[in-house]
């Protein structure tokens, strides 16, 4: 049987033009790994079997790939999964991620020397000092706030394209519990406190390194004020009243979607 592989550039998914859907998930020929110029090969093995693997080829960001193959962005991939009811894409997300990685690790942390890959495993080692490298993974919160008029509290940020709104969100802090972190990214970013902060489901977002955890909490005192660092806007929305929303796929689209169905988390 054919060996199938997974292909990326930076965040981006490489795939032949004449691939169909269902065939993102499984991958594409290993054979085409020799058409791509100082390309990253490596395997992984499964979370669900050790004992398989996944083969991924990780071309350079610059690097020029065959006018037979196009760039999807990932995060597009997601949304076509989900919009087509597929199964989410554990491999293409655990793939990226360690894509991602393993551009940030060829070099120990310690001493500088030139980390070795550890056969069958997703970490490195240092071969001088035998420090051990491994996929960094940063806790970030997501969360959704209602008030007692069942409006929802969605903000346009800086890095948003026009028009686009979506929940609060940001990275856990050192010392810091995730509900700490989001009464204090609510609090940094619109200036008004929550209460009944309360954890919803998680999802790996492997765009910058990410394992992100859905919350939900209700309003309780303040007067919105964007930062204006990153927040430029935010508002209550209504129903019938919502702005542009983050595609299907992500778990901020998802914890909307559950507040527009009236589905109790």
């Not at 200036?191 to 902060?197: F, G, H, P």
């Not at 309003?219 to 919105?224: L, V």
């Not at 004020?225 to 806007?233: A, F, N, W, Y």
Request: proline share 6%; with cysteine; glycine share 6%.
């Amino acid at each position: 049987m054919d060996k199938q592989a997974f292909f990326f550039q930076g965040d981006n998914f490489l795939m032949p033009v004449c691939a169909s859907y269902a065939q993102m998930n499984k991958g594409f020929s290993f054979d085409f790994s020799s058409e791509f110029i100082d390309a990253d090969i490596f395997e992984i093995p499964e979370l669900d079997n050790p004992l398989n693997v996944i083969n991924v080829v990780s071309i350079p960001q610059e690097a020029p790939f065959p006018s037979t193959w196009t760039s999807i962005p990932t995060r597009q991939i997601l949304t076509m999964f989900a919009v087509e009811g597929g199964n989410y894409p554990t491999g293409i997300i655990r793939a990226c991620h360690i894509c991602a990685w393993r551009r940030e690790s060829q070099f120990c942390g310690t001493c500088g020397s030139k980390n070795d890959d550890v056969p069958g495993q997703a970490h490195r080692v240092c071969p001088k000092c035998r420090r051990l490298e491994f996929p960094r993974i940063c806790p970030a919160i997501i969360v959704i706030i209602t008030d007692e008029k069942d409006r929802i509290l969605l903000a346009h940020n800086k890095r948003f394209r026009a028009g686009l709104y979506s929940h609060l969100s940001g990275y856990n802090e050192a010392g810091e519990s995730l509900e700490e972190t989001v009464v204090r990214e609510v609090r940094e970013e619109v200036n008004i406190e929550i209460k009944d902060v309360e954890y919803i489901v998680s999802q790996p977002w492997p765009f910058s390194g990410s394992l992100m955890t859905g919350f939900k909490a209700r309003y309780a005192s303040g007067e919105i004020k964007p930062d204006g660092e990153e927040i430029e806007d935010a508002k209550w929305f209504t129903r019938d009243n919502l702005p542009e929303l983050p595609g299907e796929g992500s778990l901020s689209r998802y914890l909307i979607n559950c507040w527009i169905d009236k589905k109790s988390f």
